[in-house]
């Protein structure tokens, strides 16, 4: 989905981020994967290195991702959800309902800590509509629920702001390494987006509306499968993380990035200026940075 400089200047801007948890860059560039291609084609694909401080590990880097701010801020240095500070650094989905309440949010993911009080969750506190998949489930399963859920709810309802998880690569390279199997999760996640991206595009008044799209990253994997070094000591397959997006401030992307850039994007991908007393640590890397 790329954007087109035909698009009305006034119109509904809109944002989906994609999570997929534990792509290793150099195994997601080996693999086939034409829609991540194509979000990076036309617009910008960057790679970076978990921020620092912490361990390479989802908690602190969805955390980081979802607020803006750094783990010794927001608080989350590990998947315990406990210390999240959610009051002094909430959400970017909180944030937009704090400028817009009426602006409609989606969390779809089949990590609890995203949607539920499970290890001090949820980590998104406002979200107007929240799918969270079957736990029990195999994460492949609980990620076809999502991609479904998500198809349905982007191809139509009047939603600002997504964030939508897939886990499926990061459960199988914990149980089989970084191979072949991981591999083909990775294409498998690929046209997960796909699906969503296609009902998107579907919507009846696409023509009115100016979507952003990002997909990224939280850490990578060593050879055998694992994470979770200090960021530090961790090796560069392990602590090296990506993102793909494209929209209207997406042709001119700056060159360093980082998890807590995502969420300066995010809002201003739903049209929200952002605000100097919030003090985040993020700031666009598209055209004009925060502008």
Same mark, same amino acid.
């Given at each position: 989905?790329? $954007? ?14 994609? &999570?997929?948890? %534990? /792509? #290793? /860059?150099?195994?997601? +560039? ?24 912490? *361990? ?11 607020? %803006? /701010? ?13 210390? $999240? ?16 309440? #009426?602006? +409609?949010? $989606? ?21 107007? #509509? ?34 939508? $998880? ?10 089989? %390494?970084?191979?072949?199997? !991981? ?7 690929? *046209? *997960?987006?796909? !699906? ?6 579907? *919507?009846?008044?696409?023509?009115? =509306?100016?979507?952003?799209?990002? &997909? ?5 994997? +060593? ?14 397959? =392990? ?11 997406? @042709?001119?992307? +700056? ?14 991908? &739903?049209?929200? =200026? ?9 700031? @666009? ?7």
């Amino acid at each position: 989905m790329g $954007y087109s400089a035909g698009k009305p200047a006034n119109g509904t801007k809109r944002v989906v981020v994609f &999570a997929l948890d %534990g /792509v #290793r /860059v150099d195994v997601l +560039r080996q693999a086939r994967t034409p829609v991540i291609d194509e979000l990076a084609s036309n617009g910008c694909f960057l790679t970076f290195d978990f921020d620092g401080g912490t *361990r390479a590990i989802s908690g602190p880097g969805w955390s980081t991702v979802a607020t %803006g /701010v750094v783990p010794a801020r927001h608080g989350v240095i590990d998947n315990d959800f406990s210390s $999240y500070r959610f009051d002094e650094w909430p959400d970017i989905f909180t944030r937009l309902a704090q400028v817009d309440a #009426r602006a +409609r949010t $989606y969390v779809g993911g089949g990590w609890a800590p995203l949607l539920r009080d499970d290890c001090g969750g949820p980590l998104f506190r406002h979200v107007w #509509r929240g799918f969270m998949a079957d736990v029990s489930a195999e994460a492949g399963t609980r990620d076809d629920q999502v991609m479904k859920d998500a198809g349905a709810v982007l191809g139509q309802d009047d939603v600002r702001a997504a964030f939508v $998880y897939f886990e499926d690569p990061d459960a199988v390279a914990h149980s089989l %390494g970084t191979g072949v199997p !991981y591999r083909e999760a990775i294409e498998s996640t690929d *046209r *997960r987006v796909g !699906y969503v991206l296609d009902a998107v595009r579907a *919507r009846p008044r696409l023509q009115d =509306e100016i979507w952003t799209v990002i &997909a990224l990253t939280d850490h990578g994997h +060593r050879d055998g499968g694992g994470h979770g070094s200090p960021v530090a000591e961790a090796p560069e397959v =392990e602590r090296r993380c990506w993102l793909a997006a494209t929209g209207p401030r997406m @042709g001119g992307c +700056r060159r360093r990035v980082s998890h807590a850039d995502v969420a300066v994007e995010v809002l201003l991908g &739903a049209g929200v =200026e952002v605000r100097g007393e919030w003090a985040l640590d993020g700031r @666009g890397f598209g055209r004009n940075g925060n502008a």
